[in-house]
């Protein structure tokens, strides 16, 4: 069974600095992963995709990589800014459908 | 393109009411998903749909559930009756097909309170 892990459960940084969050599944057998973003009160946005054969993604100011044969996953943020707060959710895909998501990681970035 | 569209945005009803919570998936998307999000499981699966027809139910959680997709722009989940450990934000996403470059797409969510 497919279990996602994401260290840490919050993290608070100063505006400016650069971040990572890391993401962790159990089955090396996935389709994609996606880093999604949420807002108190509002749904996920999807921010970053990776098929299996991909190494990295990047958008901006982030950047994903994958270490499929590891079962790991980072989402990189550069030079963060207070409009960067909110949780952040990475998720597998392990069958031609099902998406399976980690717990989080709730981010504060302090002005 | 208006997104995934969920009604209402919030229900707040009595423990034994029925609760009908409803889903509008991006146009041309073949693949639906119903999520239940709470503090303390984070975001569960409970049913996906490709092509309306119901794929995995494995998630729901017990008869009380039940989803439908009659057509390819709607979808339902049902609880009856509902209880107040069903309170949650119920999610309802959709992808556009089953490649492993299609992102899933959610809507705002429903928040459920059963008093």
């Known amino acids: 069974k497919q279990e996602v892990t994401q260290i840490p459960a919050a993290l608070s940084v100063p505006e400016g600095e650069n971040l990572v969050l890391n993401c962790s599944f159990t089955d090396s057998a996935i389709y994609n992963l996606q880093w999604f973003r949420q807002d108190p009160g509002k749904g996920l946005t999807s921010l970053l995709l990776i098929q299996s054969s991909q190494r990295e993604q990047t958008s901006g100011r982030l950047n994903a990589s994958l270490d499929k044969s590891s079962g790991r996953s980072t989402l990189y943020i550069a030079a963060s800014q207070p409009g960067d707060s909110a949780t952040y959710l990475c998720?597998?895909?392990?069958?031609?459908?099902?998406?399976?998501f980690g717990p989080g990681t709730s981010l504060s970035v302090i002005p | 393109d208006a997104g995934v569209i969920q009604s209402p945005r919030h229900e707040v009803t009595e423990m034994g009411q029925e609760v009908t919570l409803r889903c509008k998936p991006i146009?041309?998307?073949?693949?639906l998903f119903w999520y239940r999000q709470t503090m303390m499981r984070g975001l569960e699966l409970l049913i996906y749909f490709n092509n309306n027809v119901p794929i995995d139910d494995s998630g729901m959680p017990e008869d009380r559930f039940s989803a439908k997709m009659p057509n390819a722009s709607f979808s339902t989940l049902k609880i009856q009756p509902s209880e107040p450990r069903d309170s949650a934000v119920y999610f309802c996403a959709s992808s556009r097909g089953q490649a492993p470059n299609e992102k899933l797409f959610f809507g705002s969510g429903t928040q459920l309170s059963v008093l």
């Open positions: 146009s041309g998307h073949n693949s």
């Open positions: 998720a597998v895909k392990t069958s031609y459908d099902k998406v399976i």
